[in-house]
C-alpha cells in the first residue's frame, strides 16, 4: 500500500477508487499463509477513462477472476494511478475468504492466465480500447529471454558481466561510454 498510495497517502497521481487499503492490509498481515495478499494491474495505452468505464471494468474483473465468490467473501482493494501518462488500476486482495477463513488463491498463472486473456480482450473490445495484439505494435525485433539463451551464451554474458564489473570496482569505468568502449 506504501507503494501505491504512498507511505502518508500522498503518491500523486494516486486515488483510491474502491475497498479498504486499512481494511486490506490489516487483513493481510494477520494471515499465517505464505502468500497473504495477490497484487495485479490492470494497464491501459489511453491515460484516462470515465469513472464509470472504469468501476464496470474493475467489477467485471472481479467478477470474472473470483467467480462464484460474492462481494461479502473477499476483500479486494482498487488504486488508480495516472502518473505515468497511462492509466493503471492497480488491485491488492487479501488471500483469505472472508466467511470461512480459508485461503483464498484468487490467481493461478496457468490456470487462470487464459482467462484473463480472454477477459481482457472482450473488455478492449467492448470498450474500444487499445489492442495491445495489434500487429502495428509487434516489436521489429524479438529479443530472446535469459532462460531461452543456449548455456554457452548464458556462461559467455556471465563473464563479459563480471569483466566489466571488475573494470568500474578498478576504476577504469566511470560512465556509460567506458562500458561501451570496453565491450568494443
Known sequence: MNYLLGKENDREGARLLSGDPELTKMLSGSLSFQNRYTVGVLSFEEVNLPDDDKRAIMESFESSLLAGLDKDQ???TWIEHTDKERLEL????ANVELTTGKRLQ???DRVD?????NWKQVTNHEYGLTDPHNPDKAQ????LNRQNLPKEVQQLKAQIG???AHQIEQGNITDRKGVIDTLE
Do not use: D
Open 113 to 117: 492466465r487464459p482467462l484473463v486473456e
Open 162 to 164: 563480471q569483466a566489466i
Open 74 to 76: 473477499y476483500n479486494m
Open 90 to 93: 492497480n488491485f491488492v486482495i
Open 140 to 143: 521489429a525485433v524479438k529479443t
Open 106 to 108: 484468487p490467481y493461478f
